[in-house]
């Protein structure tokens, strides 16, 4: 049996980084990307193996663990202080956090009814998102204001926030095999958790440019007025045209647990002795079967891998694979 364990820091500079939209209204015209960014990858990695045999049979296990955390350190010339007091590009970049994260709205369910409607937007806060919410739709959290507290107006200057990382935190495997006589299984196990996904466009959204596209999830997860179930998974629906609607903005709402367990590949083979293989006028003969992406286990939307983040269009599913083959030697 072996085990090892392994802590890395690794620091990495003159990334390729853009600056926010702001630094161009200023100057009149755009900033080309420049190498200023730095970013530092720490974490543990761990590693355990065990081979043995009992009689006839062998089997070996072989696994490991990580432990990932991504930190923005630096943009350069794109560290720009966001209303909010986070410091990045206003976007998908900021210091202090993993890069790429989901950067947008706390949801705080659906409005339920009309008086649901009056009461939020009237006695909690407006919403420059959705000046004119209805029943079924999102609503949104007001979590900060100019002078650092909710000041009862949801907008994009103060009230967005890191929501999801697109970079799993932790990862594993499982490699698995074993032998007896003739026969011989090998096995591999891939997982990971602490990461967030989303479905854009035809992947997210029913009706989306005014199409007729609706998944089974949606129709039947959604709010109605006959179920007007404010913790429903999908709001009212609507035509949601390129732009998209107050609803579809980027919020928790749409942001997925992308965690998962994959069986990734499985493959059995039997050997003919040699003397069967003798009389046949062969050295070797084996037969192979294998089978690769048999099993996912994980909670993203029905018919939709959690390890691909698509808008429909660019979503080619990963598909399972069986292959039979025969070697011979002679």
Do not use: C
Request: proline content about 5%; cysteine-free; hydrophobic content about 35%.
């Amino acid at each position: 049996m072996g085990f090892s364990a392994t802590y890395y820091n690794r620091y990495t500079y003159d990334i390729l980084v853009s600056p926010n939209a702001s630094v161009s209204n200023v100057l009149g015209f755009g900033i080309g990307r420049t190498n200023s960014g730095s970013l530092e990858n720490r974490g543990w990695e761990f590693t355990l193996d065990h081979r043995n045999s009992i009689g006839s049979f062998n089997y070996f296990m072989a696994a490991n663990f990580s432990i990932v955390n991504n930190e923005v350190l630096d943009l350069g010339i794109a560290n720009i202080v966001q209303p909010n007091g986070m410091v990045g590009n206003g976007s998908n970049l900021f210091v202090g956090y993993p890069i790429g994260p989901y950067y947008g709205y706390i949801s705080d369910g659906l409005y339920v009814d009309a008086a649901d409607v009056d009461n939020y937007t009237k006695t909690s806060n407006q919403s420059a998102i959705n000046p004119s919410p209805k029943p079924g739709d999102v609503k949104y959290k007001d979590i900060s204001g100019p002078d650092g507290v909710p000041d009862g107006v949801v907008n994009a200057a103060y009230d967005r926030t890191i929501i999801g990382s697109t970079i799993p935190k932790y990862s594993y495997g499982l490699s698995l095999g074993g032998s007896f006589r003739d026969f011989s299984i090998n096995a591999l196990v891939q997982a990971v958790s602490g990461v967030q996904g989303r479905l854009t466009n035809h992947a997210g959204h029913a009706f989306f440019t005014n199409d007729g596209n609706v998944q089974r999830w949606q129709m039947e997860e959604r709010w109605t007025e006959a179920n007007p179930n404010p913790d429903a998974k999908y709001p009212r629906f609507e035509l949601v045209p390129n732009s998209g609607t107050p609803n579809t903005v980027l919020s928790d709402y749409w942001v997925l647990d992308a965690s998962y367990i994959k069986l990734r590949n499985i493959q059995l083979s039997y050997a003919l002795s040699a003397a069967a293989v003798k009389r046949v006028g062969l050295a070797n003969l084996r037969f192979n079967l294998s089978a690769e992406n048999l099993l996912t286990l994980s909670n993203y939307r029905e018919g939709w891998d959690p390890e691909i983040n698509a808008g429909f269009i660019n979503y080619y599913p990963i598909m399972a694979n069986y292959t039979f083959g025969v070697t011979a030697g002679f």
